[in-house]
């Protein structure tokens, strides 16, 4: 191992908060985990590779460090679970400035405090090329109270937590203009996404939601995993869909980045069209965009009530990011 | 999401089993998953990058998928652990042939099988060069049972699984002549190394191990991290160390191999004094090679009788397998 690696364990060791559930952290083959009585273990992965997810000279170290974290924390939401603890697999090339890594792990361990997840454990190595990391976040649910993506029914009423499209927006402001830099402040919902835990775990304890999946790959592609796995098909009214507002000054984005831009982390969800769905949980604003149907099919509706299909276009990231 | 990549999880969703523990699989936000009752969670993540953990050109592709998979295990095996899901967060390069891929997935799912072990979910994108992959495993103990790293006390007796050096071993030959490929077959500890479940499970069910690590950085260095963790030091007689035979005709490494080469996956453990215990264990050969002492230095002493401080000199992947 080198000192670099080294010295990596170390720091994340002494900055981890250690806390109920964790037994055994980061120093022995595994981590030893406690889930309360009663419940069941949700497990996800995800990987934020420089390049693909995250551009060095566009994301600030600890901008990375909070969307990697976030990509968990966010599947996590999506099943209406608690989160218990991440572990990170982390591999930096040998040149790669101390300081970047101690950012990387200060924007990470800070999102991480806020939701009472420790850090638990991981890998090092060193990278062939570029920064590689894999978060996986480890959580738990009441037995028999995961909110599955195959849950949706016809009738049922689609929603979205927060507004959409603001975190495509602002990449493709850096597109646009690859040499200036965009103030993360003005741009929160892409460097610095918020997971909707809170929203998540009312829907699940309300018993409000049917099927539920996060907005990572962007509307119309999230749309079609869960109309998928459920068998379903949908409508959506395109004016019902709550666009993000973003820079400075603020500017709503255009539809197309809500229906196709990643990376928002809000929730998309259905209920049963008899279930009273509050305007707002947890803080965050909740908008009906549509229904359920029979049908396989995705149909958008515009404002002179004209149905086209909605295909998923997902935002790919490589292909925009890499060059 | 790139077609290969949608091939890729269409493909692992198919040839996966299913098994008790796990509710819901790939397909959904997170896994779900049952822990048997009274029992505690355990959790560990290894990567398995190109040009860091193996090459391209050294290793068939099954191979990979194989250590890629033991590496997980035995870190559970380490805590007398039962296996019960793998996550595979997996990114490929664009043009890595999809035969390559089918049976880095077979070596995988193979092994899994034989473990009854499920491959319950992961993350899949397209690599910025290189196959890049991280395998989380996911197990169980019963309550209080996992065997730690810092349980070794003065007089404790230390105990290796089978025999050491034979991965490092084959590793050196293909350092030596880069151009010649080695027959998987004769040199199967490095290609296809067994994770000791079966060991680790009976010396927790049988309360011998005080405490316990797997070599997958070699002994010098795993012993060192389990005699930090105890506060401890200890004595290892040279000639007691079990040398692998590796090739065809097969022949002994060097000590220097079982010293310091890494990605054996034997298991390293202690017991006190008065605990017998049997010299095979699962039907893997367990050898005494010396003691815990109250110093915190570790000394190998040779067949003279005299001292030498074994300083940790692990394997380091990267230095030899990349340029």
């Not at 890594?101 to 060193?126: N, S, Y």
């Not at 796995?229 to 000054?249: C, D, M, T, W, Y």
Request: glycine content about 12%.
């Amino acid at each position: 191992m080198p000192l670099a690696e080294k010295s990596l364990i170390a720091r994340i060791r002494r900055q981890t908060i250690n806390q109920r559930g964790i037994l055994t952290g980061i120093g022995d083959d595994c981590a030893v985990l406690r889930i309360p009585p009663g419940h069941e273990t949700l497990l996800t992965t995800d990987f934020s590779l420089e390049g693909v997810h995250f551009r060095h000279n566009w994301h600030p170290a600890e901008s990375v460090g909070h969307r990697c974290l976030t990509r968990g924390l966010s599947d996590i939401a999506a099943m209406g679970g608690q989160p218990i603890a991440a572990f990170l697999s982390l591999a930096v090339p040998r040149n790669l400035p101390q300081k970047w890594v101690d950012e990387f792990i200060r924007g990470l361990l800070t999102l991480a405090r806020k939701f009472h997840v420790g850090l638990a454990g991981g890998d090092t190595a060193e990278s062939p090329g570029g920064v590689l990391a894999d978060i996986i976040v480890l959580g738990s649910v009441p037995k028999g109270t995961a909110i599955l993506r195959s849950g949706a029914r016809p009738g049922d009423r689609v929603y979205v937590s927060g507004h959409l499209g603001g975190s495509a927006g602002a990449l493709q402001r850096m597109l646009d203009k690859p040499k200036r830099k965009l103030h993360p402040r003005h741009f929160s919902r892409h460097f610095f996404p918020e997971p909707r835990i809170e929203v998540g775990r009312i829907l699940r304890e309300k018993n409000i939601a049917s099927a539920m999946i996060d907005i990572s790959d962007g509307l119309s592609t999230d749309l079609t995993h869960l109309c998928e796995e459920s068998g379903v098909g949908a409508q959506v009214q395109a004016e019902a869909i709550p666009l993000a507002s973003i820079g400075k000054p603020s500017r709503k984005v255009d539809l197309q980045f809500a229906l196709h831009g990643g990376d928002d982390y809000e929730l998309l969800f259905t209920a049963p069209p008899g279930k009273l769905v509050p305007r707002i949980i947890g803080g965050v604003a909740i908008a009906q965009i549509g229904h359920i149907t029979r049908g396989k099919r995705i149909y958008l509706i515009d404002q002179k009530g004209e149905a086209v299909e909605l295909l998923p276009q997902g935002w790919e990231h490589f292909k925009s990011l890499s060059s």
